[in-house]
T-cell receptor
């Protein structure tokens, strides 16, 4: 079974703090996507990482793809209340059923 | 460009009934996928359609079915509803080729089964 495990599952921090969310698997992925979902809405695509070791920045968000393409991380610098939401990694493994799977999710709450 | 639209947004049904949900993808997107999201199980893949053909299917019972029309619009149907089918049902569309991995989601249909 292909799984994308995210940690931590829940995170509550003060505005201005930094945080890192991890997405891990035993499978190799050709690419990984990161999404953010707010209550009552569908997930919104943030970024795609493709190459092992790749780092992408989106304002205060930094995304990294592991060298072996089995893991990824999301780092938020100086979190703001607007960053509150459910963060999901997702991808399609390079072997097995080739289904698009989502990670277990990290629910982030940034307090003012 | 208009986003993915789903109708209806909210639905209340009784156990044993059936329901049909509709999804209109982003113009030019030919791939449509459906997901079920619940607090306990997270986002679970239901099925994926491309050019009116089901390309992939998740681990859901046969009560869950779908189809795609020639204009790429898609519907999913759940027959003989059970209480456990209460969930947010999300539709996503994507481009073909490499960009097919990037999913663009609609707002979802919140289904409550009583």
């Amino acid at each position: 079974t292909q799984l994308l495990e995210q940690s931590p599952q829940f995170l509550s921090i003060q505005e201005g703090e930094n945080l890192t969310v991890y997405c891990n698997s035993s499978s190799v992925f050709s690419s990984l996507q990161w999404y953010r979902q707010e209550p009552g809405e569908g997930p919104v695509l943030l970024v795609t990482v493709v190459t092992g070791g790749e780092v992408k920045k989106l304002k205060r968000l930094t995304f990294q793809f592991g060298d072996a393409r089995k893991d990824s991380s999301l780092h938020i610098t100086a979190a703001q209340t607007g960053d509150t939401g459910l963060y999901l990694c997702a991808g399609r493994a390079t072997s097995g059923t080739y289904k698009y799977i989502f990670g277990t999710g990290t629910r982030l709450k940034v307090l003012a | 460009k208009a986003g993915v639209t789903q109708t209806p947004r909210y639905l209340i049904k009784t156990r044993g009934q059936q329901v049909t949900l509709s999804c209109s993808p982003i113009s030019g997107h030919r791939s449509v996928s459906w997901y079920q999201q619940t607090p306990g199980q997270g986002l679970q893949f239901l099925f994926e359609y491309f050019s009116e053909t089901q390309r992939n299917k998740g681990n859901f019972p046969g009560r869950f079915s779908g189809r795609q029309f020639s204009n790429s619009r898609s519907e999913m149907n759940v027959s003989t509803l059970e209480l456990g089918d209460s969930a947010l049902y999300l539709c996503a569309s994507s481009l073909t080729g490499f960009r097919a991995y990037e999913q663009y989601f609609g707002p979802g249909t919140r289904l409550t089964v009583t």
